[in-house]
């Protein structure tokens, strides 16, 4: 239970606004890093901090891209194929990127050995700078093909010697 | 007057109430600006442009305020660039609007277009097809075809459950918002909400429970195309085939206008049947919104268990004998027994029905007393000196009025108007709500005031101390023609207010506009008819009677409780029954055998027993002669309001046969008794006789009942300033009677109330009355079946620790001559020291509060 675990930093979100209703994107947030996605239950778990309704709870976190309400890879990864991105090629990048992945090209999807997740998005703000591909929030601009798959293995091999290192520990 | 100000449209100029919405304005002068989100009794949304309008305004000289002109003395007008949407614009002076102009017959026919591309045009097999505002906005501005090609339409899932009432079909959805908006604002339990966006944008609910606001079925009206349907119309029948009859609500003391669309139907043996029922706008009562009660709360009329043929006893058996032989024999009792017969009727007779009953009381003897069961509150005076003022509309108070909510749950009671006082609290009024538990008004309350089980009528004598204290008496209206001032008012200055009832009597006080809503929950009928007296004394010092928007509101059991106290049936006259049981007994749509344990022995010694009924309750099974009478859908008839608006019901649906309109028996009856008069072929004539010989109802006939006027904002079913499918109001508005408060002459009295709280040893069963319940004939009505709890009690959590029951445990309740299995809930909602009894949901004898032993059944 968040109320539990956090009760330091939720106390804190709520100080920062007029009332409770208005806390519940970062709350969200919060969520999502505590279970890696947005669950129905945590979706409830939030509603009930904020008082609101679970519905509308759920109406904004399937507003914005941002809030993931399936389960998703270790890298979560947002193209977004707007018209202006669009323009210039980040929709053919994208398919191309799924592709490479082995994921749907049309709408993207998790790998099977969960470690990417692959999403087509609305603006991301960066418009100037496509094709752009979010990374957990991070942006890597001004991509063609071939960068991202270099990027794609430098985290593949980040996550490998990752795993290793948790083996050793076991 | 309401302050106007001046807007130009297409080219003319009109001056229209400050503040407006543009589309109301631009309405309110015949001016059609087509709409799909936009809903006049809700906040604007601007979702789907379908309102767009080109919009300037004139422009004026900074310094000096003078409007600029042009080198032909037109007035300068700033026009915006792009069009606009009309609902989100509030009038202002020197507003510019142009509704009929290329570009904004562009722009209506472009959004129709797209609307289109992820809409389904099955008409042929939706039910909104025929009264669809999306239909009539398309033939009226639609590009009549489309540039989207047709194999890329949007296709989504078409039958989403959004609780067990309303189903969604989300390929229909215009995504317009009217339902989300609804829940939230109006209803205020957003369960309705939007998931995802763009093309994936869908309306969803994973509210647990869903969508089960007594308030449901409304989205289905307000829906602007086929998307909300309700589970019991479905399929069932197209608009244009139908006939709509106007009807009222036979369920609670609020009289919502209804529409009853009938058809002839195979499954009523090609008989005309109600298919569904509609709210029919009436500004003044429910304006276009009725709860779920009524609205699929009609199938009790053809229901299975309907009886169809008079019933005698036989051998101790109840068999079928002809109408001829029951009325002979039923005749012939009541000349036998003359004076020691007892007349009751229940709280949802019409008014032909009680004064025909009355009639034949009278013929039977001059002594006759008439009973009213349940036989659980009283204040007809009261209501009758202070009762609301002719014009009252809860829609009208806002800021700077109040409203006291006391001994009611509003929610349960009389649900049209939990919704009105909640929309008053957000438009500003005070709204203070006292109660002996906590209620779902309570949330929208600025004082709620606790008080204990007995001493509801305290709460009121203390504000009326209060209103002496602070100086808020009326000084004119008291020396001018009330009487018993005097003594009341030296009890008021001997009264200690405690501090919550203070802060909440002074809020009051402080208001315009005052408005009483009393119940009468947790109280016997001498408990009530205090509370009404404590009502009157304070609406009447403090000056708040005899003009619209002040005065008081009976939340009655009944919808048509006040016609009987009208027609002079009392609960009183039933308590004398129970100290001295009658020999015979004649009941009307009355039940005290299936409600109240106490009636069993007053029952015992009866010689004959009569009871005129839709189903055979049980006192119909303990009957002599049981008379199967019609339900309100198969009658014309008149039922009076807890405001005391008497309105009319017109036949809607073939009778069964067999049966007669509850007056005509008896009329029939009447004409055996010692050679009684003719009876009446006509309803409209019992009527003409009431106004003739009830002063209240003088000035009522049948043709002014029927009078209707324009109501504002209009809602039509095929106009293009779409509000929904509610009816227009062909029937009639009804018409209230005046009190006496608004009689000049007519003198007032006052008179210090019983206070002294009855104190009681152990713990206090509360029978509680709640919206979706047992009782026949709405139980009848299977349709709700899953709506309707089983049997429960709720316990203090203090009280349950004691007696080792838990949350869920099965509890023996034994009260009175009342014994009963229930299952406890421990909520919270339970005062200590009292156990609360839900009603007529299994056999809960329990008619008023009594003192109880409860006992954990052991498994
Ligand atoms: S279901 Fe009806 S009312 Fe609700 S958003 Fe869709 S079209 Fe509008
Ligand atoms: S609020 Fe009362 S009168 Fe109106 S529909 Fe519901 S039960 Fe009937
Ligand atoms: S349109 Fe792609 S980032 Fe803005
Ligand atoms: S945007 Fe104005 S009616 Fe929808």
Known sequence: ?170 | MTETVKITIDGQDYHVPKGMNLVDAAKLHGIEIPTFCYHPKMSPAGMCRMCLVELGSVQKDRESGEVLVDENGEPLVRWFPTLQTACTQTVHDGMVVRTQTERVAEGRSSIVEFLLTSHPLDCPTCDKGGECGLQELTMEYGPGESKFRYEDKHHAEKHVPLGDLIILDRERCILCARCVRYCDELVGEPVLGFHNRGRDLVIETVSDPPFDTVFSGNTTDICPVGALTTADFRFGARPWEMDPVPTICPHCPVGCNLTADTRLSADFGGKRAIKRIMPRQNEAVNEIWICDKGRFGHHHSRAEGRLRQPLMRRDGELVPVSWDEALATVAEKLVQHGSKAFFAAGHSLANEDLWELRKLARQTSRRAKLGLCPATVSGAQAVQQAGVGVGTRLQDLGAGDALLVIASDLYEHAPLWWLQVKQAAERGATVVVANARPTKLDRYAAHTVRYRYGEAARVLHNFAAMALRNDKLDAELLSARVEGWDALEEELKGSRVPAEQKSAAEALLEAQNLVVLAGNDGMGFEQHAELMQAAANLLIVSGHVGRANNGLVAVWPGANTQGALDMGFTSEAVGEAWEKPPAMWVLAEADPLGEDARMAQAFDQADFVVVAAQFLTATARRADVVLPVQSFAEREGTFTNGMRRVQRFYVAQSPLEGTLPAWKAFARLTERVKDGPKPFVAAEQVMQEITEKLAPYAEMSYANLAHVEEQFPPIRRDDLYYGGTAYENTGGLGLQWRTDAESPRKRLSVRPVERSARRWEGLLAVPLRVLYDRALPFAASALMDGHVPAPYAELNAEDAAALGVAEGDRIALEAGAARVELTARVNGHAPQGVVLVPQHLGDVLIAAPETCVVQKIEE
């Open chain 1, 1 to 170: 239970m968040l109320a539990e675990k956090y009760p330091e930093r939720i106390k804190q979100i709520f100080a920062k606004y007029p009332d409770k209703r208005s806390a519940v994107m970062p709350l969200l947030y919060l969520a999502q890093e505590e279970y890696g996605w947005l669950t129905e239950e945590a979706l409830r778990e939030v509603a009930g901090l904020c008082d609101i309704d679970p519905t509308q709870a759920r109406s904004i976190a399937g507003f914005y891209t941002m809030f993931a309400e399936k389960p998703k890879g270790k890298y979560w990864l947002q193209v977004c194929t707007d018209l202006p991105c669009a323009l210039r090629g980040a929709d053919q990048f994208f398919h191309e990127l799924c592709e490479y992945l082995g994921v749907d090209p049309e709408h993207g999807g998790t790998t099977d050995d969960g470690l990417f997740t692959v999403e087509p998005v609305m603006c991301l703000a960066a418009c100037d700078k496509a094709p752009v591909l979010q990374n957990n929030f991070h942006f890597h601009e001004n991509l063609n093909i071939e960068h991202a798959k270099q990027l794609i293995e430098k985290w593949r091999a980040e996550a490998a010697a990752e795993e290793d290192k948790d083996d050793e520990a076991e």
